[in-house]
């Protein structure tokens, strides 16, 4: 079936720094990419929604030069925290479609900001 | 709308027995609803979909029921296994990007 391959699955970096979160489809074509966060005890939220080669929508509250968002081919999507602070520890996890009743999500990055 | 909780509601089963999860989801115009499993620090796993157009789907183990009319999921779980201890989510297709909306989830703890 459809995988979504995400990486990194943890990552801790420091106050101030940026982080790369990418996220491949393997066996299909995701036209689109949705960006959830988790924070603990809670459901998945949607941060942002990106089309192969658009500029991404971002949900309201969620800061677009904060948060980059990159989908510049059809098998690869990639969320950059920029300047991370600690409250911006979470789980963040990508999700594929091809546009059909398929959403393929990945593994989730558990992102520390210390 | 968003669905956000700090609290997640537990289901306690024993092993064997049947479980129900309930949600309730939040736009009438939803026409795609799915059941996810989380376990912890994991993705979502998919376990059984629903099309508006459909008030009942089985799949091995598991019953989803959709009544539209009080917008309402549940899912059944057939002689619950020790491994089907997770986090369930309902997720509805309603947002504006063709996107899923989670429900608050529902934290299923099986007794051996």
């Known amino acids: 079936g459809a995988v979504v391959s995400q990486h990194p699955s943890r990552v801790i970096c420091k106050s101030g720094t940026s982080v790369k979160i990418e996220c491949r489809s393997l066996?299909?074509?995701?036209?689109?990419m949705f960006w959830y966060r988790q924070f603990p005890k809670q459901s998945l939220m949607l941060m942002a929604t990106?089309?192969?080669?658009?500029?991404?929508?971002?949900e309201q509250g969620v800061e677009k030069d904060k948060f980059l968002i990159n989908h510049a081919s059809l098998t690869l999507s990639t969320l950059t925290v920029t300047s991370a602070h600690p409250e911006d520890s979470s789980f963040y996890i990508c999700?594929?479609?091809?546009?059909?009743?398929?959403?393929?999500f990945g593994s989730g990055t558990r992102l520390t900001v210390v | 709308g968003e669905s956000v909780g700090l609290h997640l509601p537990t289901l306690s089963v024993q092993e064997g027995d049947n479980s129900i999860i309930n949600c309730a989801y939040s736009?009438?115009?939803?026409?795609?609803f799915i059941w996810y499993k989380q376990e912890s620090g994991k993705g979502p796993q998919f376990i059984i979909d629903i099309r508006s157009n459909m008030d009942k789907r089985q799949g091995q183990r598991v019953t989803v029921l959709l009544n539209k009319t009080v917008k309402h999921l549940s899912l059944q779980i057939a002689a619950t296994q020790p491994g089907d201890s997770a986090v369930y989510f309902c997720a509805e297709r309603g947002g504006s990007q063709g996107n899923l909306i989670f429900g608050k989830g529902t934290k299923l703890s099986v007794k051996p």
């Open positions: 066996d299909f074509q995701a036209t689109t």
């Open positions: 736009n009438s115009a939803s026409d795609y």
């Open positions: 990106s089309n192969e080669g658009s500029k991404a929508t971002y």
């Open positions: 999700s594929g479609s091809r546009g059909d009743d398929g959403y393929t």
